[in-house]
């Protein structure tokens, strides 16, 4: 069984917000409940087939890693009641994702290869390979839109619209910075090599920054596999990888990237199901522990119990 729809209504509920993957539920304005479902998007567009244990995968990677990182910066999560969901404090959203990048690929690549040299403001040198190691990490962010397509901006054009204030955004760059620091640390113990990643942030009514949304998941990252890197970009092979991209590659394959007009090729229930062992086989690279599919019957009952088990204590 898949989750791509949730409508529950919990004690306190104020709202109900569906995003791409996650179903986000305001409670009291103070809390959010985020339910992380089996959808599964690229290039903006919701694809028509859920992917079985996704929504446990990464709500659980995202679990992982804001622990493994609150000493860096103060995070949302309060309690994680069920598999699929994150229960934590309610913040004012920046309008901006902070995207780090430790290598060229994805869509800096696809962009470089077509002759840009910067990107959101920062320069890169000639003569790189596509997945080649960059002298340091960048910072590419981009506008964070209500709807539609991501926008990239440069950190001059974020302080001058006033998107963000410029103690805050320098204060989000730091963290951002720490944050992939720390997330290169953890993917080289389990062999893997922490490729590129976003990081949202909001704030809270005293005006404290914290992290919030996802973190070091495959929806949000990319990693390639330590072992072989070198003898591959050597070769100029690709490199093997674990993260959505195979996802956005094999619809560019297929001829789908978002556009007006393209039509998604047919999800059969062997891709999906190739695609669910994808996202658990990072599940276990990433976090070191054995995935542990949650029961999945009666599963939209079971969370609710859960999520109203954990509101009544708040």
Known sequence: MVLTDTDYSFRGQQSLYHGKVRDVYDIDNRYLVMVATDRISAFDVVLPEGIPYKGQVLNQIAAHFLEATSDIVPNWKIAVPDPMVTVGVKAQPLKIEMIVRGYIAGSAWREYAKGAREICGVKLPEGLKEN???????????????????????????????????????????????????????????????????????????????????????????????????????????????????????????????????????????????????????????????FEPAPEQDLKTRIYDNVEACLAQL
Request: net charge negative; proline share 6%.
């Open 132 to 290: 080649e190691k960059l002298p340091e990490p960048i910072l590419t962010p981009t506008t964070k839109a209500d709807a539609g397509h991501d926008e990239n901006i440069s950190r001059e054009e974020i302080i001058k619209q006033g998107i963000v204030p410029e103690k805050v955004y320098e204060q989000v760059e730091r963290y951002a910075l720490q944050l992939f620091a720390r997330g290169t640390e953890m993917a080289a113990r389990q062999g893997l090599i922490l490729v590129d990643t976003k990081y949202e942030f909001g704030l809270l009514p005293d005006g404290t920054v914290i992290l919030i949304d996802e973190i070091h998941t495959p929806d949000s990252s990319r990693y390639f596999y330590a072992e072989g890197y070198e003898e591959r970009q050597a070769k100029g092979e690709p490199q093997k990888q674990l993260s959505k991209e195979f996802v956005r590659q094999w619809l560019i394959d297929h001829g789908f990237m978002g556009k007006p007009g393209q039509k998604v090729p047919e999800m059969t229930p062997e891709y999906c199901k190739e695609v669910s062992d994808r996202y658990i086989e990072l599940y276990e690279h990433i976090t070191g522990h054995k």
